[in-house]
């Protein structure tokens, strides 16, 4: 992936990876003093939110730069410090992008993304490069390798930024880089090995290291066990819950996979063709979800309440195409595939609070969204193909 026409301009350092281009380390300073928000006149927001992106949208030109795909419509989530967050959308649904958006990777169309109270989407020139060089937002890539050098060692990598930024001494840098992967539950003796000459668990857990040790307020996790066997994704997925609760970091963990966030995320954020479908309390939303999309994949889902295929074959779409170009404008986003669509649905459902939850801390985008189910429970389950359930 290329982040050339992302970047800032001003920015001299050329490493490969995608954790250092987040980090401005051509300014001298302290790369790893915590992010406090913009001062005085910010501060955390006040209802205890680290991160709250508001109406995000993103498009990309078609290649002959024509026309426009919009790839995210209208975003909204939050996180919470200490909160873990999931993120969860099948392949093309516009996680990364979300992603790459929050942390001003790419640039948004409209919307805002604030941090600990600061508009970060809106950051130009020095008060842009101050917020990259304190590295308040982190990733973890599904490949450690995008953010440890092969050629370097992985102590090397994990304290590359506070070399750059001349912070400390060698001894104390090299003091810093073994607090940091002790906090990952690694022997700081990892510290003088080549990525390649530690195990794929491993390399995740010094890719995390990496990551902390600028401690930062809020960490990206894009997909971050998918190329893991089962117990190594137990263990990343736990030491995530870990920081979280020691550091008091927010954590997104985005997933195109509901399992991998059944156990440890707080609230997940349902996204559909770069639209969020439904956010809410993990496990209520698991229990009875809202929409008529989360419920698919719930019901499809293996690990969750073990595959319903009763209920999956009940919520089989309608339609199978999953190109763009088969959506109506202004329509809901799942239209095309729902089997309880109206004419109604001819209109984008606006986010409202479930019904039971005024309070907000559950929303769902779907016109029908107390009357769907009762039309599943009295329908007959249609035959059900594997090939129809999302993956
Ligand atoms: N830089 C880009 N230029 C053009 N299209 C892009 C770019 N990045 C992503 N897309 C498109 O945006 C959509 C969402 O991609 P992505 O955010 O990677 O989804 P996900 O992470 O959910 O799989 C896809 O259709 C993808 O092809
Ligand atoms: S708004 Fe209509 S088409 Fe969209 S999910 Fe709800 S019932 Fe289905
Ligand atoms: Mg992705």
């Known amino acids: 992936m290329t982040h050339a026409s992302l970047t800032d301009t001003s920015h001299t350092d050329t490493s490969h990876t995608d954790t250092t281009e987040l980090a401005d380390t051509s300014q001298s300073g302290v790369l790893a003093q915590p992010y406090a928000g913009p001062g005085e006149s910010g501060g955390p927001d006040p209802a205890g939110t680290l991160l709250r992106v508001e109406g995000l949208g993103v498009s990309f030109a078609q290649p002959g730069g024509r026309r426009r795909v919009r790839v995210l419509d209208d975003v909204a989530l939050t996180v919470r410090a200490g909160e873990i967050v999931g993120i ?180 997940v954020v349902v996204l559909y063709r770069g639209r969020v479908v439904e956010d809410g309390p993990i496990a209520e939303v698991f229990a009875r979800p809202r929409h008529p999309y989360t419920a698919l994949l719930i019901a499809s889902a293996p690990d969750i309440h073990g595959r319903d295929r009763h209920a999956a074959a009940r919520l089989r779409p309608v339609g199978t195409s999953r190109d763009p170009a088969s959506r109506r404008t202004g329509e809901c986003v799942f239209a095309h595939r729902c089997r309880f669509a109206t004419d109604a649905c001819a209109e984008t459902p606006p986010r409202r609070a479930a019904t039971d939850h005024p309070g907000g801390d559950w929303v769902v985008a779907c016109h029908h969204a107390d009357t769907w189910r009762d039309e599943l429970d009295t329908a007959p389950a249609p035959a059900a193909s594997r090939k129809d359930f999302p993956t």
Do not use: M, W, Y
């Open 88 to 267: 969860v959308g099948e392949t093309g649904s516009g996680k990364t992008t979300l992603a790459r958006a929050i942390a001003g990777l790419t640039a948004p169309d409209r919307g805002r993304v604030h941090l600990a109270g600061e508009d970060i989407a809106g950051l130009r020139g020095r008060a842009r490069r101050r917020f990259r060089r304190v590295g308040a937002i982190q990733f973890i890539f599904q490949d450690p390798l995008r953010s440890l050098d092969p050629a370097l060692t992985v102590g090397t990598s994990i304290g590359e930024g506070l070399a750059i930024a001349g912070s400390g001494s060698r001894a104390q840098r090299a003091e810093r880089v073994a607090d940091a992967l002790r906090q990952v539950g690694l022997d700081p003796a990892v510290a003088g090995r080549l990525p390649a000459q530690i195990s794929g668990g491993q390399r995740q857990r010094a890719s995390i290291a990496r990551a902390v040790i600028s401690d930062p307020a809020l960490l990206l996790c894009d997909e971050p066990v998918s190329a893991l066997d089962a117990s190594n994704r137990n263990h990343i997925l736990l030491l995530l819950d870990e920081l979280r609760q020691r550091l008091s970091v927010g954590i997104a963990v985005i997933s195109h996979d509901l399992s991998t966030l059944a156990g440890i995320a707080d609230r």
